[in-house]
C-alpha cells in the first residue's frame, strides 16, 4: 500500500511540474528589426541596411530621417551603413548623423558621427548581432 501511494505522489508531483512550464520560452527565431538614421542636413544620403547577407534596402535617401522596419526568421545580425551625399564631394557641407538599429523594440547599436563633403566614400556602419 505504501509503494502505491509513492508511485500515486511521484506522479502527481511530475504531472504538476510538468504543467507548471512557463510557455513563453518558445523562441520562435522571429525578430522585429528597425533601422533609423537621422541627419542634420538634407541630402542623397546612401543607405544600406542588411539582415545578415540579405539587402533589406539600398537606395538614396533625401531626408532628416529615415526609418525602415522588417520581420525576420532565423536571422541573428544587422548592419546599417550610410554614407555622405555624393553631391557634397569637394565641398565644405556638413552633417551630423545618427544611427540606430532596433530588435524587437530595444536598440541594439547606435553610433553619431559628423560627414563632411570630403568623407565619400567613407562612411558610419553600425551593426548587432542578437
Not at 538614421?37 to 544620403?45: A, M
Request: glycine share 6%.
Amino acid at each position: 500500500m505504501k509503494f502505491n501511494f509513492l508511485i500515486v505522489a511521484l506522479t502527481t508531483v511530475v504531472l504538476l511540474n510538468a504543467c507548471s512550464k512557463d510557455d513563453n520560452n518558445n523562441d520562435s527565431g522571429i525578430k522585429t528589426i528597425r533601422y533609423q538614421f537621422t541627419t542634420t542636413d538634407t541630402g542623397n544620403y546612401g543607405v544600406l541596411a542588411l539582415a545578415d547577407t540579405s539587402v533589406i534596402f539600398s537606395d538614396n535617401v533625401n531626408s532628416l530621417s529615415w526609418s525602415k522596419t522588417i520581420t525576420v526568421t532565423g536571422s541573428d545580425s544587422a548592419y546599417l551603413t550610410v554614407f555622405p551625399p555624393p553631391e557634397w564631394a569637394n565641398t565644405p557641407r556638413e552633417a551630423d548623423v545618427n544611427l540606430k538599429i532596433f530588435v524587437n523594440d530595444s536598440e541594439k547599436a547606435s553610433a553619431s558621427g559628423h560627414f563632411i563633403g570630403l568623407d565619400r566614400p567613407n562612411g558610419i556602419k553600425i551593426s548587432t548581432s542578437y
